[in-house]
């Protein structure tokens, strides 16, 4: 008998031929970077069921902690504070930092996604790969599937790590599925938003736009109550939230991100068989008919590169600036009541005075980040070929180069004013104490030359070693906030807490303001500077 197949059958058939091949290509290819963040999310959990203990020694040294996490700014910071008002230890992992997994987990997602679809599409890459055999859907479906693969790795990941860190098992599964499942919505979400936009940066920003706009709902819905509001529901950060691991342990939340990332993955299809190859829905607006004078020159063209990473850094730490500075209030009613083990982590006997130096130092962190996602910026012009337009111009390599630099140099100083400011103007309107304004911004400028020595590393590497500067530079922020995160809590050796620039500031407003290391720190960063000015100038282009 001859089985003979139907038209529609072998048209999906040809639809998604070469699916496989392209989804063994794309896990080779993200064979570093998705176990680093998978592994990332396990070494969370187990940095909170480390630190939280030696913190609170007992839970019942929980109750003091936990009712921060129970006030409005709390629960804008963190969630619907499910089983506080009885805190233990898998509570206050789960309503305390379940939050922040499901931003990790959206942004590995949306980083993923715009990476094998826009991003191949933009740079022309899948042009060449559909010319063989193919299909249309091949790549999309190849991204989906990674991307299902990676989200169900990390919540066993993170289930995993949560039970072998003494957590019930039933809410530590519970847990990691929520994070699995709030994964794949973003997914969802970056696969739209790949279909709609015509590069990969507006496709990356219009989803952290969602995601952005998703954590605002989230608050909003949050503050008002313990337990969340009807808002809550609609931010795809609460749905898992709303499963309450290790208080009430309930699944049927989940089944909301899995029909929301259903029908948005349908919605990338239909999407993607309107339009046209290398198009995007929306279309590109149309540009100025003649350009700024100020775009003829390097450090003017520099800028307007920079100017998307620059404004999303920029909102993204003035926000975190807004909420920690509103939490101020909040620490100075807990006063002597927080565990001793708490005030050892702020570094002061005075809470305020020591949550206000946290909260700088932990703005100095993103800042770094920041700074080093600026110098990698010219790595990428460069191996895009967009560099070699601007050399075939009479620029010098170095004003090239050194444009970049003077950008993501003057960056870091701006992002850290602005933070320190907008902390010290939220801690002043709920203190009344109009002086920490000041306080703030000397806070955070303080931390300059530290990060700056973060950047200059990136900065040399990128002159000398461009092939090193991506691990070497992320490596070096990891660092930085190891061993601030951990240093006192685990006692790390001298040695290894003198690696991060910042561990040898003094940590305003706990102490005062000490100006050798500063200016010490200051000449490395030139130093390392220098050395990245040299070396662009004696390597080749795009190697």
Known sequence: MTVVASPTTGRATRALAGTGTLLAFQARRDRVKLPVWVGGLGLFVAYVSTAVPQIAPQESDLETTAVLFRLPVGRMLTGPAYGLEAPTYERFFASGYGLYFGIIAALMNIMLVVRHTRLEEQTGRSE??????????????????????????????????????????????????????????????????????????????????????????????????????????????????????????????????????????????????????????????????????????????AFRLQRGNLLGWGAGLVLAGVVDGAFAQAMIDAGDSLPEAFRDVLGADAVLDGYLAFIALFVGYLAAAYGVSAVLLVRTEELRGRADTVLAT???????????????????????????????????????????????????????????????????????????????????????VFVGNFGSLLELPEALVALSPLSHLAQLPVESFALVPALVLLLLAAGGIAVGLWGVRRREINR
């Open 128 to 301: 060449l790969v559909r010319a063989g055999a193919v299909g249309r859907y091949a790549g999309l479906t190849a991204t989906l599937l990674l991307a299902v693969v990676t989200n169900v790795l990390a919540a066993l990941v993170v289930s995993g790590a949560a039970v072998a860190s003494g957590y019930l098992a039933a809410g530590a599964w519970l847990f990691g599925a929520g994070v699995g499942a709030g994964g794949l919505t973003f997914a969802g979400i970056a696969a739209v938003a790949a279909q709609v936009s015509t590069s990969a940066r507006a496709a990356a920003g219009l989803s952290g736009a969602v995601l952005g706009a998703a954590f605002l709902v989230r608050a909003g819905g949050d503050t008002p109550r313990e337990g969340g509001t009807a808002l809550s529901w609609f931010s795809p950060l609460a749905w898992a939230q709303q499963t309450a691991p290790f208080v009430l342990d309930r699944w049927w939340p989940l089944a909301i991100p899995c029909a929301v990332a259903a029908v948005l993955v349908a919605l990338a299809y239909v999407l993607q068989a309107r339009r046209d190859h290398g198009a995007g829905v929306l279309g590109e607006r149309r540009g100025r008919a003649e350009a700024a004078w100020w775009l003829g020159t390097p450090l003017g063209l």
């Open 394 to 480: 009479p620029t010098s390599r170095q004003a090239w180069f050194g444009a970049h630099v003077v950008v993501a140099v003057l960056g870091v100083v701006v992002l850290l004013l602005l933070a320190g400011a907008a902390a010290g103007l939220a801690a002043a309107a709920v203190t009344g104490q109009a002086a920490l304004v000041g306080t703030m911004v000397a806070a955070h400028l303080n931390l300059v030359p530290g990060v700056l020595v973060v950047v200059a590393l990136a900065v040399a590497l990128a002159g000398v070693a461009p092939r090193l500067v991506a691990p070497v530079a992320w490596s070096a922020v990891g660092v930085v």
